[in-house]
């Protein structure tokens, strides 16, 4: 006698399907590369039953002929656990001896059994249809693989399944694609379970009474979509299985689940305990309870996390940023789909600087961000608002973040390009509040002023028009205090101005402000070399040649994976750099003197009255308590940072006097001749 399908075997036949736990037994990998801990819920409700388990199949087939010359084939099937379905196959026309022949030798060779794997296989594509279609694997069962080859072979593009009554029993299908999509779960193939519960869910009746296959089939739909990281479609499944069946604490577990990876950490601790309190706890399996417990007290952790770290990034506490941050990505282990917490972290890899670093997980984020806004729930779905607001809260603030690290980066170009290509996208597509809109405005319009005279400065030198260069590039200075490496530019393009005008203590100066600003700056430290090989003050030279060099040789082995045109500019400068020592070397064993008059600004013909003005000039220009007063300082440079800036700075200012004191003791004696 064949096995009646009960609920008890669903309950034992689950544990045959592979499961996915918050322990190490298994993580779900996503294309994006994030890993998610997936708790044990990830089961399916149910698993396949097949045929050699028991589950036999009646089939009673009767040749009728049809209206349009051809013939039908009709088949009855009967089944112990999902009751009676009758069914109309249509094909062409063929030979009727045939048929009878072919039937007894299937009778006889199968004996009116098949497993359910081959009555899946048997079944060709053609004849399986869009997401309504009426064909049932174990449906098949009653005809051989053989029988069924030999259909096709005669007509197999014309085979098709049709309602012979309106009575048809639609909860057979839902239940067999049901089936269908435990099997292709159990097989890793998820994209195709996901297919096969959804046709299931298509394919059930609204005025079907009993609605059990459809609730495991949202529910087992949810398990699916988590595993691919569709978390806030599993999270209207599991609420659509809830809406079916209250009592099915599977579904509400796994929907804390959802909004515990979605970052709803409130949401996630009610669900949880609902799920501990609920008056069917005692007939749940013990893991299921292990589970809401554990979820429970990961919520509420995260939600510490997420109170913490919040307040030292409002507070700007720039000592706790590290802290902060390693907060911030433990919950988001756990809450992988936070975008609030995404927006945390970004913010904090900002604080600290960490620019590249931001831009990538910006961008490495949005396409997970935007399967998983809200605007993906069906109940948001016919508010257009919704949609638009949703859409503008996963994108804006990252495309914020991105144009601000390339401006602090000192890339205005790839950040004005970022908001010509944006901008106007969030203004026709966010409906956000004004403060927004118009604060990301003004910022563009920053960077496109900076980028103005930065260019005007550009052309005015290449033109030989060097005050007027360095007058746009003291405007540009006095117009941003963001960006440090965009500073660091104007000065070293300053620097070069001032060069070409003979002013070389203010080059010097204005190197010395760039270098500080960025450490790394490459075209400064060579620059400030150069100038310090021009007055002969050699030791500079060569210390700021050796810094050089160091950080080329930095530069190369950081890129060595980088194309070839910018290792091969690399090499370049670095032999050069390297010729230059080679050379500096030897004129430091001349011991030459200092070039008083280039230092002061004067000719050696000049009279003793012309020497005191310009040192007394030099002087109280380039006095240190003078240097860098004109810099502000930026709310997003900690006290550490910008500490080391203004002692670098004054340490320059200070050597930088002492060379001017020097020359004017050196013109003062009466002995030089």
């Known amino acids: 006698m064949p096995k009646k399908f009960s609920s008890a075997h669903q309950v034992s036949s689950l544990e045959s399907v592979p499961r996915r736990s918050d322990n190490c037994s298994g993580k779900v990998s996503l294309e994006e590369n994030v890993n998610l801990n997936v708790t044990s819920s990830f089961a399916l409700s149910d698993s396949g039953i097949n045929c050699a388990q028991g589950n036999s199949y009646n089939s009673a087939s009767q040749i009728a002929d049809s209206s349009h010359g051809g013939t039908e084939f009709t088949s009855v099937t009967n089944t112990e656990h999902s009751g009676q379905s009758d069914f109309i196959f249509s094909a062409s026309t063929f030979n009727q001896s045939t048929l009878h022949s072919q039937r007894r030798h299937g009778k006889k060779k199968s004996g009116g059994m098949c497993n359910h794997a081959n009555s899946i296989q048997s079944i060709p594509s053609s004849a399986i249809g869009p997401a309504r279609s009426e064909v049932s694997a174990r449906q098949q069962c009653a005809i051989s693989a053989a029988q069924w080859t030999e259909y096709s072979k005669m007509e197999s593009n014309r085979v098709t399944v049709c309602k012979k009554t309106e009575n ?47 609730m495991l089939c949202y529910s087992n739909r949810a398990a699916t979509r988590m595993s691919l990281g569709k978390m806030r479609e599993a999270l209207s499944d599991c609420r659509e299985a809830i809406g079916i069946d209250s009592s099915f604490l599977k579904a509400q577990v796994r929907a804390a689940n959802c909004l515990l990876a979605l970052g709803d950490v409130e949401e996630a601790q009610k669900a949880f305990e609902r799920c501990l309190k609920s008056n069917h706890l005692s007939s749940l399996d013990h893991k299921i309870v292990e589970e809401a417990s554990d979820g429970l007290q990961k919520a509420q952790k995260i939600s510490g996390c997420i109170h913490q770290s919040k307040e030292y990034l409002i507070k700007k506490d720039f000592d706790k940023i590290p802290s902060a941050l390693q907060m911030i990505s433990d919950a988001l282990f756990i809450s992988i789909y936070s975008d609030n917490l995404m927006a945390m972290k970004a913010e904090a890899l900002l604080l600290l600087q960490r620019y590249e670093e931001v831009i990538r997980f910006c961008e490495e984020t949005l396409s997970v961000a935007e399967r998983n806004s809200l605007c993906l729930c069906p109940d948001k779905l016919s508010d257009s608002n919704n949609l638009d607001n949703s859409t503008c809260s996963v994108k804006l603030w990252r495309y914020h973040l991105i144009a601000k690290s390339y401006f602090f980066l000192g890339k205005l170009e790839e950040a004005h390009q970022f908001f010509k290509k944006y901008d106007q996208v969030k203004v026709m597509e966010c409906r956000c509040g004004k403060q927004s809109q118009e604060s990301i405005s003004s910022f563009s319009m920053t960077i496109s002023e900076l980028l103005r005279l930065k260019a005007a400065g550009n052309e005015a030198f290449q033109s030989g028009k060097y005050l007027e260069a360095v007058e746009h590039y003291t405007t540009a200075l006095l117009s941003n205090s963001e960006s440090l490496r965009f500073l660091a530019v104007c000065f070293c393009n300053r620097a070069a101005a001032y060069q070409a005008m003979g002013q070389i203590l203010d080059a010097i100066a204005d190197c010395s ?21 021009l007055i002969r003050d050699y030791d500079q030279a060569e210390n700021d040649l050796r810094r050089l060099i160091t950080l080329l040789e930095k530069q190369l082995q950081e890129n060595m994976s980088m194309p070839s045109e910018k290792t091969e500019s690399i090499c370049s400068n670095l032999n050069r750099a390297n010729l230059r020592f080679s050379s500096l070397k030897r004129d430091v064993r001349k011991g030459t003197s200092l070039n008083v008059y280039l230092i002061l600004g004067i000719e050696p013909s000049s009279s003793a009255v012309d020497i005191k003005k310009a040192y007394r000039k030099a ?14 300082r930026s709310e997003n440079i900690s006290d550490k940072v910008w500490g080391g800036i203004t002692n670098e700075i004054r340490r320059d200012a200070d050597y930088l006097f002492k060379i001017i004191g020097k020359a004017y003791s050196m013109l003062s004696d009466p002995t030089m001749e």
Do not use: M
Request: aromatic fraction near 10%.
């Open 168 to 214: 048809f029993e639609h909860h057979e299908d839902c239940e067999t694609w049901r089936l269908r999509g435990n099997q292709s779960y159990a097989e890793g193939q998820l994209t195709k379970a996901e297919e096969c519960y959804t046709h299931g869910i298509d394919s059930f009746s609204p005025n079907k009474a009993s609605k059990k296959a459809l």
């Open 513 to 533: 402000l760039a270098i500080a600003l960025d450490a790394d700056y490459a075209k400064a430290i060579s620059r400030r070399s150069s100038l310090y090989e």
């Open 619 to 632: 002087a109280l220009r380039h006095h240190p308590d003078k240097a860098g007063k004109f810099l502000v």
